[in-house]
């Protein structure tokens, strides 16, 4: 049997209201079970235009037109805006998700603050704002949260540390083929990571000449083969401008034979322990979390 699982990130404020939703409407519509990890503290999203200096970021920022994507008024948010708190704002949203009947988890409490410096974070200062998301979460849904997924794939030993006394019963902040027990140097780790082999769409969009069909051909040739694949969209892209494409992905997963199964059945299998290094991905800029052996390497372009 060939399966994908489905991995929503929700980034932003203006994702969360506008995007989850008629997300979460495409996948009932394939019967598609689904994943959403959610942002649950500040939107600072204005703090990482600081990223559009980076060597090598402003062309991908342009071809993928950032600005229309994500809307300006969220590109000052925590600059010369305030950062609205996502999870106070749009509680009512998230709880909608769960009710009808998918899997939520935490994304982040600060997607901003997470991305550009859980590596230098100390371990308390990435435990508490690991709790500040768990905390948030548990306000809106009455129950802990079970799973994780860290913004930009940025994990180290003090994020695998705060899941593991958490008690999570998975993170997916990786990106490889098949689930594992993560270690890093001689520390292992006891939350599975379940990691994503699929390219996202953002990161097909931003290598030049790619059209949407030539991508979803891509994502479907790849979801074909062996192995426990997981796409991750996002609800700022997914669900807004390219809701039309993800529908139409998920109906070619349907016409391949290719059954979309819940993220969490990554966990049926028994898991080997591998190495979680940092590596790079096509189309993404900087470094990310990555399986270290197996079939991933480079995704080719
Ligand atoms: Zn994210």
Same mark, same amino acid.
Not at 239 to 249: I, M
């Given at each position: 049997?060939?399966?994908?699982?489905?991995?929503?990130?929700?980034?932003?404020?203006?994702?969360?209201?506008?995007?989850?939703?008629?997300?979460?409407?495409i996948?009932?519509?394939?019967?598609?079970?689904?994943?959403?990890?959610?942002?649950?503290?500040?939107?600072?999203?204005?703090?990482?235009?600081?990223?559009?200096?980076?060597?090598?970021?402003?062309?991908?920022?342009?071809?993928?037109?950032?600005?229309?994507?994500?809307?300006?008024k969220?590109?000052?948010?925590?600059?010369?805006?305030?950062?609205?708190?996502?999870?106070?704002?749009?509680?009512a949203?998230?709880?909608?998700?769960?009710?009808?009947?998918?899997?939520?988890?935490?994304?982040?409490?600060d997607?901003?603050?997470?991305?550009?410096?859980?590596?230098?974070?100390s371990?308390?200062?990435?435990?508490?704002? $690991?709790? +500040?998301?768990?905390? /948030?979460?548990?306000? #809106?849904?009455?129950?802990?949260?079970?799973? =994780?997924?860290? !913004? *930009?794939?940025?994990?180290?030993?003090?994020?695998?540390a705060?899941?593991?006394?958490?008690?999570?019963?998975?993170?997916?902040?990786?990106?490889?083929?098949?689930?594992?027990?993560?270690?890093?140097?001689?520390?292992?780790?006891?939350?599975?990571?379940?990691?994503?082999?699929?390219?996202?769409?953002d990161?097909? $969009?931003? +290598?030049?000449?790619? /059209?949407?069909?030539a #991508?979803?051909?891509?994502?479907?040739?790849? =979801?074909?083969q !062996? *192995?426990?694949?997981?796409?991750?969209?996002?609800?700022?892209?997914?669900?807004?401008?390219?809701?039309?494409?993800?529908?139409?992905?998920l109906?070619?997963?349907?016409?391949?034979?290719?059954?979309?199964?819940?993220?969490?059945?990554?966990?049926?299998?028994?898991?080997?322990?591998?190495?979680?290094i940092?590596?790079?991905?096509?189309?993404?800029?900087?470094?990310?979390?990555?399986?270290?052996?197996?079939t991933?390497?480079?995704?080719?372009?």
């Amino acid at each position: 049997m060939r399966t994908v699982a489905l991995k929503i990130d929700v980034d932003t404020d203006r994702g969360t209201r506008d995007g989850v939703l008629p997300l979460a409407n495409i996948c009932r519509r394939h019967h598609a079970p689904a994943t959403f990890f959610f942002s649950l503290g500040p939107d600072h999203t204005g703090r990482a235009i600081r990223r559009v200096f980076r060597p090598g970021f402003f062309s991908k920022v342009a071809r993928t037109h950032v600005a229309g994507n994500y809307g300006w008024k969220t590109l000052l948010y925590g600059t010369l805006l305030p950062g609205p708190h996502i999870g106070r704002r749009h509680a009512a949203i998230m709880r909608r998700v769960a009710d009808l009947g998918f899997e939520t988890g935490i994304h982040c409490h600060d997607h901003f603050t997470w991305q550009d410096y859980v590596h230098s974070m100390s371990p308390d200062q990435v435990r508490h704002q $690991l709790d +500040l998301a768990a905390s /948030t979460y548990h306000d #809106i849904f009455g129950v802990p949260a079970r799973c =994780a997924a860290a !913004p *930009g794939w940025q994990a180290c030993p003090a994020s695998l540390a705060a899941y593991d006394t958490l008690g999570l019963d998975y993170a997916s902040d990786t990106r490889g083929l098949g689930p594992f027990l993560p270690k890093i140097g001689t520390a292992t780790f006891r939350t599975p990571q379940i990691p994503t082999d699929l390219p996202t769409l953002d990161e097909r $969009l931003g +290598l030049p000449g790619r /059209t949407l069909e030539a #991508i979803t051909a891509e994502i479907v040739h790849l =979801a074909s083969q !062996p *192995g426990f694949h997981v796409l991750t969209a996002h609800a700022e892209l997914e669900g807004l401008r390219y809701a039309p494409w993800f529908d139409t992905l998920l109906r070619a997963f349907n016409q391949a034979g290719i059954e979309i199964v819940p993220l969490h059945d990554g966990l049926s299998t028994e898991l080997p322990t591998v190495n979680l290094i940092q590596g790079e991905v096509e189309g993404r800029s900087g470094q990310v979390a990555v399986r270290a052996i197996g079939t991933f390497t480079r995704i080719p372009a």
